[in-house]
């Protein structure tokens, strides 16, 4: 875990630190060097004359402001991806809340690098940030020590979820997800885990989760995470797709369209990183965090464009596209939830689901959908407020003929292709009762940071979520 300190002057800074400021910070040393990447009025940026420090990084005050384009975060990443110092000296004094957070979270999630799976043979002696000084003045320091620790703990569920889902799929089986999840969860008294192997998932009645997990040879899991942060009270309720692998079942994907999939499962790593977050808060709530998790695989016992199965709720559902197996994980794992807790305080579900939600919605932004009110505009809010942010997409009775089946209750897809998204959440809304507030989050465009060709996943949702947790208590 990356740690940090608060001090007020940088003669409190330890050598050879690399410091990022404003040009217009007043605790700035008085030097000619500083002088002159004042005058720059860009990014100014020295490793040389520094002394005491290993390099001094001045970026445009407008950047500490701006908490819609990310701006300071763009600046900052070819900054930290070759560290020219384990130690970073950020200047706090004058930046917009929602800024600061979206970079501190940055800096901490420095702790997850792809070379730390060593997959691959790299230099065990490049530089690592492992400490955050941050300059403020005195009076702000009591905020800001209450902050870093939110955002810390939000980056410890973050580097979690990211690390599970950056391992290859030939290692990472929904038994595997289980065995990690269980290792985590461990080291939190508060934390304890329920599985459902296959063959209890069978006799509990989730027929979709097992429809779509028995084309594989390695079997589905169900796993719940139950978190008691107090006693008594109502409990919040979290469901994340976990296809650990989805090759598009029979409905085969094409090879470009699969090579990303090992990251169908973020959805659940993401409830598990929620549910480690909250745990290292302590916050006083009881949450509920599932997992469905199966390998979309093809082989003999593989479902079939036509089947029916039968949710646990006794919802029947005509599987008329083998690659929309997503919501049909998430379909079981809400009813089965919404069994457990009848009255749960609300059930969120996330998910890598559509790649319509992209082309809606670009990569900076996850579709929120839901028919509670309350529920959109506390989600919506906490998204400002923590700068990762959702947008709502329409979730009415206009989209019922999306999912109608001549065989079935509901059919998985829309035979017309259109409004894919919101006719997927449509399909999920019958699973989970009315009386229960319930929203969709589906994360296709924001679980993955896209840089350079590549992508990695990103942790996205953790930071809403806990946020909306704190505004929730």
Known sequence: MITYQFITDLSEAKPQSHVIARPASHLLPDTALIAEMREQNVTADARFGCAPFARITLLPDPLWQDSLTDGLLTALRPLLANPASSEVVLDVT????????????????????????????????????RHITALCRPEQRGKFETFFRQ???????????????????????????????????????????????????????????????????????LLAIHYDGVSEGPVRCYVGKGITFDTGGLWLKEGAGMYTMKYDMCGAANVLGLMLSVAELGLPVR??????????????????????????????VEINNTDAEG?????????????RHPNARYLIDMATLTGAVVKALGYELSGLMTQNEPLRHALTEAGKQSGDEVWSLPLDARLKKQTDSAIADLCNTPTNNAAISASAAWLLHHFCPPGIPWAHLDISGTALWRE???????????????????GDL
């Open 94 to 129: 004058e930046i917009n809340d929602i800024v600061l957070a979206q970079v501190l979270r940055f800096l901490f999630n420095q702790a997850h690098r792809l070379s730390d799976l060593q997959l691959k043979k790299t230099d065990e002696t490049t530089m690592r940030l």
């Open 151 to 221: 955002q810390q703990a939000i980056a410890l569920g973050m580097v979690a979820a990211r690390r599970l889902a950056d391992i290859p799929s030939d290692r990472y089986t929904p038994q595997f997800m289980v065995e990690e999840a269980q290792k985590l969860c461990a080291a939190f008294p508060a934390l304890r885990c329920e599985v459902l192997d296959e063959k209890q998932i069978v006799e509990q009645g989730l027929g979709l989760l097992h429809a779509v997990g028995k084309g594989a040879t390695r079997p589905p899991r």
């Open 287 to 316: 949450i509920m965090g599932v997992l469905a998790l199966a390998e979309n695989a093809i082989g003999p016992d593989a479902m079939q464009p036509g089947t029916v199965a039968r949710a646990c709720n006794g919802v029947t």
């Open 327 to 339: 919501r049909l994980v998430l379909a079981d794992a809400i009813a089965w939830v919404s069994q």
């Open 452 to 470: 350079n060709g590549r992508s990695v996943a990103s942790g996205r949702p953790i930071p809403l979520l806990v946020e909306h947790l704190l």
